[in-house]
């Protein structure tokens, strides 16, 4: 069974950029052309990424979306395509929204910020907080500063990074 998801985050300390990470899998294997998503953003535009491969039954895409706002969250939706002599739209398609970057701390190593969404699904309110765990027990704590990582795959199909 075919798959795909999409997903726009954050860059650290640019607040007018979004990361798009977008994977599709489960196709078949004698594809011989690559594959496109365009993401649309509401009240900003189209961006389209060409997969990173030529053919095959997976395609990934990677890419960047500049011009944004700081600190606002926008509302997209992913499209993948294929080519059968021009680009056409497949049934495979994900939303969402997305909040850039709105200042603080962060910058990597053990003082980076994890970014938390402390509002709901619908009205989501991005907070950078430090990141940080017990490496100990309750009865003899043991906290450590660590550097956060996301997944941009899937909880079958993790991709820490």
């Given at each position: ?24 899998t489960g196709g078949s294997d004698d594809y011989t ?14 961006f389209e990424f060409n997969s990173t491969a030529v ?70 309110n991005w907070k950078r907080y430090r990141a940080i ?29």
């Amino acid at each position: 069974m075919a798959s795909f998801y999409c997903t726009l985050s954050p860059v650290d300390g640019d607040g007018t950029q979004l990361n798009v990470y977008a994977k599709f899998t489960g196709g078949s294997d004698d594809y011989t052309f690559k594959r496109l998503i365009d993401v649309r953003i509401t009240g900003v535009g189209t961006f389209e990424f060409n997969s990173t491969a030529v053919g095959g039954g997976e395609s990934t895409f990677v890419g960047t979306i500049t011009g944004l706002s700081p600190g606002t969250t926008y509302e997209w939706v992913c499209n993948l395509y294929y080519w059968g002599g021009d680009w056409i739209v497949s049934d495979y398609s994900d939303e969402g929204t997305a909040t850039t970057y709105s200042g603080g701390g962060g910058g990597g190593g053990s003082g980076a910020k994890a970014v938390i969404n402390v509002g709901t699904y619908v009205h989501p309110n991005w907070k950078r907080y430090r990141a940080i765990v017990n490496i100990g027990t309750y009865y003899n704590t043991n906290w450590l500063s660590v550097r956060p990582v996301n997944n941009y795959g899937s909880y079958s199909q993790p991709n820490w990074r």
